[in-house]
């Protein structure tokens, strides 16, 4: 990062500029060329603007307003977005590989076809984002909130997912193998034929969800609440069960 500074710093003349100049200066040529490439722009208010198809390459947008601008098919790639504001905004066919987003803000935001392989979205707020056909290939989800979205159709190969929360949230025929779920909440979840074989719910909260033919064998679900659930149709062979929670009283009999 330190080497891209120096690089940004010298290809555009601001060695002797302030911070806030240098800012300043950063948001008027991404408004007028649409590209600011390893550009500064950290706490900039960038809220409602149209940024269709930018180019902001590695540039530092951390705590930056973004709450409703058009992003769509914008290259945000190695880009910092850390505790930013993207509540509402339009990130459809965006590009956000490599990039960081903790405890970002993208409840709202409409995140279809957008690509985030490899992001951090630690702690990051996607309640009730739009994710069709979002890529999260590789992305680290851990403590970050999806309530109440879709995730149907979303690739989620190679995440993590611990402590995440999904409650509410429609999972089902999502493939989840072997992923780490420990201490997620899915309460109320709809997790119709998804396929979570060796996953770790350890600590999951799974109360009230909708289990209906949802594939868990040799999952561990020690510790996990499945009260208020129907197992009828759940496969749990091979399920660890240890101090879990089950609809009619506490299983030990995996411990």
């Given at each position: 990062?330190?080497?891209?500074?120096?690089?940004?710093?010298?290809?555009?003349?601001?060695?002797?500029?302030s911070l806030?100049?240098?800012?300043?200066?950063?948001?008027?040529?991404?408004?007028?060329?649409?590209?600011?490439?390893?550009?500064?722009?950290?706490?900039?208010?960038?809220?409602?603007?149209?940024?269709?198809?930018?180019?902001?390459?590695?540039?530092?947008?951390?705590?930056?307003?973004?709450?409703?601008?058009?992003?769509?098919?914008?290259?945000?790639?190695?880009?910092?977005?850390?505790?930013?504001?993207?509540?509402?905004?339009?990130?459809?066919?965006?590009?956000?590989?490599?990039?960081?987003?903790?405890?970002?803000?993208?409840?709202?935001?409409?995140?279809?076809?957008?690509?985030?392989?490899?992001?951090?979205?630690?702690?990051?707020?996607?309640?009730?984002?739009?994710?069709?056909?979002?890529?999260?290939?590789?992305?680290?989800?851990?403590?970050?909130?999806?309530?109440?979205?879709?995730?149907?159709?979303?690739?989620?190969?190679?995440?993590?997912?611990?402590?995440?929360?999904?409650?509410?949230?429609?999972?089902?025929g999502a493939?989840?193998?072997?992923?780490?779920?420990?201490?997620?909440?899915l309460s109320?979840?709809?997790?119709?034929?998804?396929?979570?074989?060796?996953?770790?719910?350890?600590?999951?909260?799974?109360?009230?969800?909708?289990?209906?033919?949802?594939?868990?064998?040799?999952?561990?679900?020690?510790?996990?609440?499945?009260?208020?659930?129907?197992?009828?149709?759940?496969?749990?062979?091979?399920?660890?069960?240890?101090?879990?929670?089950?609809?009619?009283?506490?299983?030990?009999?995996?411990?």
């Amino acid at each position: 990062m330190k080497n891209y500074l120096l690089f940004f710093f010298l290809s555009h003349g601001l060695i002797n500029f302030s911070l806030a100049e240098i800012i300043e200066k950063n948001t008027l040529e991404l408004k007028t060329s649409n590209s600011c490439e390893l550009c500064i722009l950290n706490g900039v208010n960038l809220g409602g603007s149209d940024l269709n198809g930018a180019y902001l390459f590695g540039a530092d947008l951390s705590n930056a307003d973004l709450s409703s601008a058009d992003l769509s098919e914008a290259n945000l790639n190695e880009v910092d977005l850390t505790e930013a504001s993207l509540i509402g905004a339009n990130l459809s066919g965006a590009t956000v590989r490599r990039s960081y987003l903790l405890n970002t803000d993208l409840s709202g935001a409409d995140l279809s076809g957008a690509k985030f392989g490899e992001s951090d979205l630690n702690g990051a707020n996607l309640n009730g984002a739009n994710l069709k056909k979002t890529d999260f290939s590789g992305v680290n989800l851990s403590g970050a909130n999806l309530s109440s979205v879709s995730l149907k159709s979303v690739m989620l190969f190679n995440i993590i997912l611990p402590g995440v929360n999904l409650s509410g949230s429609d999972l089902s025929g999502a493939k989840l193998s072997g992923v780490n779920l420990s201490g997620a909440n899915l309460s109320g979840a709809i997790l119709k034929k998804t396929y979570l074989k060796n996953a770790n719910l350890s600590g999951a909260d799974l109360s009230g969800a909708d289990l209906k033919k949802t594939y868990l064998r040799g999952a561990n679900l020690s510790g996990a609440n499945l009260s208020g659930v129907s197992l009828k149709s759940t496969d749990l062979k091979g399920a660890t069960l240890c101090n879990t929670i089950m609809p009619s009283g506490i299983d030990n009999s995996g411990c």
